[in-house]
C-alpha cells in the first residue's frame, strides 16, 4: 500500500529564517494536500496539488509537486512564531478514498 | 455555520466499558471519515463513509464499529474499549468524489485505563 514519509521529522527556526518540508510518496500521488495542525487541536487545510509541476502559495508558504508526482515540498519564507505547529501531508492512497497522511513535522519558530 | 463538531472533547473509560463519539457536520459533505491520531503513527484512518447508510474499512478498523444513518451524523463505536485504543481521534468530512480537502473536528481524547 502507499506510504508517505515526511522530513525533517522536527525543526527549530528563528524568526524570519526560511524552512523547507518535503513529503515523498511510495507510489504516485493521486492528489497530494497539506494541512497544519496546532497543538492539542484539529487539522486546518493549507493547499492541494494535483498536477505534476504544480506550485501553489498562500502569504508565505508555498506548496510545489514533483513532475512525476511522488514528492512534494512545503516552503515557509521569513518564518514567524505564528507558523509553529505540526504540519503533515496527506493523499487519496491510490486513488481509493481512503486518505493517508504522513507522520508529521513539528515546527518551531523562535522569537 | 458549526463546521465539523464532535462530542465529547475528553473521556475517560475502564477497560472493557462501551462508549460512542458522534461527528456531525453542517455543510452537506458526502464523505465522513474517522481517524486516530498516536505519538510517532500520525493519522491513521479508522472507518469512513461515502454517503448515508454505507460504511467502509480503513487501515485500522478492528475494535471499533461505525453507522451513518444521517448524512450529518458519522458514529464511532467501541463496544469493549482496550488501553491500547487510548488515543486522540478526529472526525473529517469532504464533499464527496473528485480532488477536495477534509474539514476535520477538533478531536476527542480517551483514555482507556
Known amino acids: 500500500s502507499q506510504e508517505l514519509e515526511q522530513s525533517p521529522q522536527s525543526l527549530i527556526v528563528q524568526e524570519g529564517k526560511n524552512l523547507t518540508i518535503n513529503c515523498t510518496s511510495s507510489k504516485t500521488l493521486y492528489g497530494l494536500y497539506w494541512y497544519k495542525q496546532k497543538y492539542g487541536e484539529g487539522l486546518i487545510f493549507l493547499m492541494m496539488?494535483?498536477?505534476?509541476?504544480e506550485e501553489k502559495s498562500h502569504e508565505k508558504i508555498t506548496a510545489k509537486l514533483d513532475e512525476k508526482k511522488q514528492q512534494s515540498s512545503l516552503h515557509i519564507t521569513a518564518s514567524q512564531p505564528s507558523h509553529a505547529g505540526i504540519y503533515l501531508c496527506?493523499?487519496?492512497?491510490?486513488?481509493?478514498?481512503?486518505?493517508?497522511f504522513g507522520t508529521g513535522t513539528r515546527l518551531k519558530v523562535l522569537a | 455555520n458549526a463546521g465539523v463538531t464532535q462530542t465529547p472533547k475528553f473521556r475517560v473509560l475502564k477497560t472493557g466499558q462501551s462508549m460512542t463519539l458522534l461527528c456531525a457536520q453542517d455543510?452537506?459533505?458526502?464523505?465522513m471519515y474517522w481517524y486516530r491520531q498516536d505519538p510517532g503513527m500520525g493519522l491513521r484512518l479508522i472507518h469512513y463513509s461515502v454517503g448515508e447508510g454505507t460504511t467502509a474499512k480503513g487501515e485500522v478498523p478492528d475494535g471499533y464499529n461505525v453507522s451513518r444513518l444521517k448524512k450529518q451524523n458519522f458514529l464511532l463505536g467501541l463496544e469493549s474499549a482496550a488501553p491500547s485504543q487510548t488515543s486522540v481521534y478526529f472526525c473529517a468530512s469532504s464533499y464527496g468524489e473528485g480532488y477536495n480537502e477534509q474539514f476535520f473536528g477538533p478531536g476527542t481524547r480517551l483514555t482507556v485505563l
Open positions: 496527506g493523499a487519496d492512497n491510490s486513488g481509493t478514498y481512503k486518505y493517508i
Open positions: 455543510m452537506n459533505h458526502e464523505y
Open positions: 496539488l494535483q498536477k505534476g509541476g
